[in-house]
C-alpha cells in the first residue's frame, strides 16, 4: 500500500469517527439536559472532546503531508505530532476536567431532574454508531499490521501514525465510557442514589485523562526525536553490511520524521581497497535496497569512516529506544 493510500485511509477514518462524535454528542447534550444525569452529561462533554480531537487530527494529517521546500528539507512530518498533541491536551482539559468537576459535584448534591428513559435510548444508539467508526479504525490497524507482519497489538504501541492510533483508542474508550454511563444511570434509577452516577461521571473523566496521557506521552516521544523500532533498526543494519563494498557499520542512527518518514544516517567503514567510485556506486545500491523494501525511508546519509582499534566488526549505535520493542519487517 503505497503512501498517498495510507494517508487517504488515515483521513477516511478521522472523517468518519469525527461524524459519528458530532451526532453522539448533541444526543448526549439533548440526553444529559432533559434528564439531568451527570454521566450523560459528561459523555456529551467525551463527544464534543473526540470531535474537537478529530478536527485537529485532521489538521495534522493535511499540514504534515505538505512536501519538502528549501526552509523544510526534511519536510513537515513532525508538524503532524504537534497537532495531535493539541488534540491529547483538549480531551485532557475540556473532557477529563468536566466530566471529574460535574461528578464531584453530583455526589455533593444529589441531584436528578429527569427521566431515565431518553438516557437509556441515547446511550444504546451511541453504543451502535461508536461501534461503527471502531470498526473502522479497527480494520486499518489490521490492515496495517498485516503490511508490517506483526500483531495489531504491537502496530499500535509501535506505529508513528498517531492519528489511528488516536481515533482508535478514543473509539474504545468511548465504548467504554458509555458502558460506564449506563452503569451510572442504571444504579441510580434502580436505587434512587445519585452517588452512581456522579461516581461514573468521575470515572469517565480518569477514563479520558489515561487515554490523553498516552497519545501526549506518544506525540512528545516522537517530536523529540524517537528512533525506530530496534527489531527495524537491525535489519536496516543488515542491509547494510550486505553491501559488497561495506566492512562494518560503525555508527547507526535512525529518526521518525513524520507517519511515513524516516531518516537513516550511518557511519560506514568500508573496505580498504574500495575506490571512490565503488564506494559512490554502494551508497547508491544502499539507498536503493533501503527505500525499496521500505518505502517509509526518505533520506538515507552514509559517511565513509576509519576503521577503530579493536573493531570487531560489530555495528554500534548512538540511540536506543528500549520502550519501542520489537517490530518485525515488511512483507
Keep these: 500500500m503505497s503512501q498517498p493510500e495510507l494517508k487517504t485511509e488515515s483521513v477516511g477514518t478521522v472523517v468518519v469517527a469525527g461524524a459519528a462524535n458530532l451526532a453522539i454528542a448533541v444526543a448526549k447534550l439533548v440526553a444529559g439536559v432533559i434528564s439531568g444525569?451527570?454521566?450523560?452529561?459528561?459523555?456529551?462533554?467525551?463527544?464534543?472532546?473526540?470531535?474537537?480531537?478529530e478536527v485537529l487530527l485532521y489538521q495534522a494529517l493535511r499540514r504534515?503531508?505538505?512536501?519538502?521546500?528549501?526552509?523544510?528539507?526534511?519536510?513537515?512530518?513532525?508538524?503532524?505530532?504537534?497537532?495531535?498533541?493539541?488534540?491529547?491536551?483538549?480531551?485532557?482539559?475540556?473532557?477529563?476536567?468536566?466530566?471529574?468537576?460535574?461528578?464531584?459535584?453530583?455526589?455533593?448534591?444529589?441531584?436528578?431532574?429527569?427521566?431515565?428513559l431518553v438516557s437509556y435510548i441515547v446511550l444504546g444508539v451511541s453504543f451502535v454508531i461508536e461501534s461503527i467508526s471502531l470498526a473502522r479504525a479497527l480494520r486499518q490497524v489490521r490492515n496495517e499490521s498485516k503490511r508490517w507482519g506483526t500483531t495489531p497489538r504491537r502496530f499500535l504501541r509501535l506505529t508513528a501514525d498517531t492519528?489511528?492510533?488516536?481515533?482508535?483508542?478514543?473509539?474504545?474508550?468511548a465504548l467504554i465510557g458509555l458502558l460506564l454511563a449506563a452503569a451510572g444511570v442504571g444504579l441510580s434509577h434502580a436505587t434512587g442514589d445519585e452517588v452512581w452516577d456522579g461516581i461514573a461521571s468521575i470515572l469517565i473523566g480518569l477514563l479520558l485523562l489515561t487515554v490523553a496521557g498516552i497519545l501526549a506521552g506518544n506525540n512528545l516521544s516522537l517530536l523529540v526525536g524517537r528512533?525506530?523500532?530496534?527489531?527495524?533498526?537491525?535489519?536496516?543494519?543488515?542491509?547494510?553490511?550486505?553491501?559488497?563494498?561495506?566492512?562494518?557499520?560503525?555508527?547507526?542512527?535512525?529518526?521518525?520524521?513524520?507517519?511515513?518518514d524516516i531518516l537513516v544516517a550511518?557511519?560506514?567503514?568500508?573496505?580498504?581497497?574500495?575506490?571512490?567510485?565503488?564506494?559512490?556506486?554502494?551508497?547508491?545500491?544502499?539507498?536503493?535496497?533501503?527505500?525499496?523494501?521500505?518505502?517509509?525511508?526518505?533520506?538515507?546519509?552514509?559517511?565513509?569512516?576509519?576503521?577503530?582499534?579493536g573493531a570487531t566488526g560489530r555495528a554500534r549505535y548512538t540511540q536506543a529506544d528500549p520502550a519501542a520493542g520489537d517490530e518485525p519487517h515488511r512483507r
Aim: aromatic share 10%.
Design 37 to 53: 444525569s451527570a454521566a450523560m452529561l459528561s459523555e456529551a462533554a467525551h463527544s464534543v472532546a473526540d470531535t474537537t480531537t
Design 64 to 116: 504534515g503531508a505538505r512536501p519538502a521546500d528549501q526552509r523544510h528539507p526534511f519536510g513537515y512530518g513532525k508538524e503532524s505530532y504537534v497537532w495531535a498533541f493539541f488534540a491529547a491536551m483538549f480531551t485532557f482539559v475540556a473532557g477529563a476536567g468536566f466530566a471529574v468537576t460535574h461528578g464531584v459535584t453530583t455526589i455533593l448534591v444529589h441531584e436528578h431532574s429527569g427521566d431515565y
Design 163 to 173: 492519528t489511528v492510533k488516536a481515533v482508535f483508542l478514543e473509539d474504545s474508550a
Design 227 to 260: 528512533a525506530v523500532p530496534e527489531r527495524l533498526r537491525h535489519e536496516i543494519e543488515q542491509e547494510l553490511t550486505g553491501l559488497p563494498e561495506v566492512e562494518r557499520i560503525d555508527t547507526l542512527m535512525t529518526m521518525q520524521l513524520g507517519p511515513g
Design 266 to 309: 550511518a557511519k560506514v567503514d568500508f573496505r580498504d581497497e574500495a575506490t571512490g567510485a565503488a564506494i559512490e556506486a554502494t551508497a547508491d545500491e544502499a539507498e536503493r535496497r533501503l527505500t525499496g523494501r521500505y518505502p517509509e525511508i526518505r533520506y538515507v546519509f552514509l559517511d565513509p569512516t576509519r576503521s577503530l582499534p
